[in-house]
């Protein structure tokens, strides 16, 4: 059965410095994924994705990284700031008709 | 930009009772999602629908059924609700699959009270 987690992973870091929020997923079928920001009382945001055929993409202070031989992604965040702060999700498309899968989700605080 | 909008932000509601949480979105997409979203366990799928009148059930749609009779409209309904079923509602929208950018983009969500 699925293990309850009452509580998210936590990535503390302080302002100014890099940040890297991990996710693995499951399926190695998945051929797209999706970074997403959940800030408190509001639903997610897109971040950035990235497809199968690709190891790495960036965008604006943000990066993802793609392993697809351990079925791993990285969102790596340049210049922490404090509107930074939110909860990280990574989602997987299982093919079709593009359903996203969700993980947990990774809750990134920022301090000064 | 797009726009998914929920119709309600919060909702309190009696066990037993029907519930409708209704989601409508303006970009023409086809797809739509319902999400439930509880502390510790991110967001799970219950329902989406890839064109009007079509759905597939997601990872746990029991208690759940849903109803998609316009594209831009996409309703959840709760047939019985129970105290379990309280959490945090959220809907969504993207472009099928013949579409180069297929991310989702979520509504602000609703955050549902069984008592």
């Known amino acids: 059965g699925e293990s309850v987690g009452l509580h998210l992973p936590t990535l503390s870091v302080q302002e100014g410095d890099n940040s890297i929020i991990n996710c693995a997923y499951s399926?190695?079928?998945?051929?797209?994924f999706i970074w997403y920001k959940q800030e408190s009382g509001k639903g997610p945001q897109f971040i950035i994705d990235?497809?199968?055929?690709?190891d790495k993409r960036q965008g604006q202070r943000v990066t993802v990284l793609l392993n697809k031989t351990v079925k791993h992604l990285s969102l790596q965040i340049a210049a922490t700031q404090p509107g930074d702060s939110a909860v990280y999700f990574c989602?997987?498309?299982?093919?079709?008709?593009?359903?996203?899968?969700f993980g947990a989700g990774t809750r990134l605080a920022v301090h000064p | 930009d797009v726009k998914v909008t929920q119709s309600s932000r919060y909702l309190v509601k009696r066990t037993g009772e029907k519930v409708f949480l209704e989601c409508v979105q303006d970009?023409?997409?086809?797809?739509m999602f319902w999400y439930r979203q509880d502390p510790g366990l991110g967001l799970r799928l219950i329902y989406f629908?890839?064109?009007?009148?079509?759905?597939e059930k997601g990872d746990i749609p029991e208690g759940y059924s849903v109803s998609r009779e316009k594209k831009e409209r996409f309703s959840l309904i709760l047939e019985s609700a129970s105290t379990n079923q309280t959490s945090m509602y959220l809907c969504?929208?993207?472009?099928?699959?013949?579409?180069?950018?297929?991310?989702?983009?979520f509504g602000q969500g609703t955050r549902l009270t069984v008592v």
């Open positions: 969504a929208s993207s472009f099928g699959t013949d579409r180069l950018n297929t991310e989702a983009f």
């Open positions: 399926n190695s079928a998945s051929d797209y």
């Open positions: 990235i497809r199968s055929n690709m």
């Open positions: 989602a997987e498309n299982r093919g079709g008709y593009n359903k996203l899968i």
């Open positions: 970009m023409d997409h086809e797809n």
């Open positions: 629908s890839y064109d009007v009148k079509m759905k």
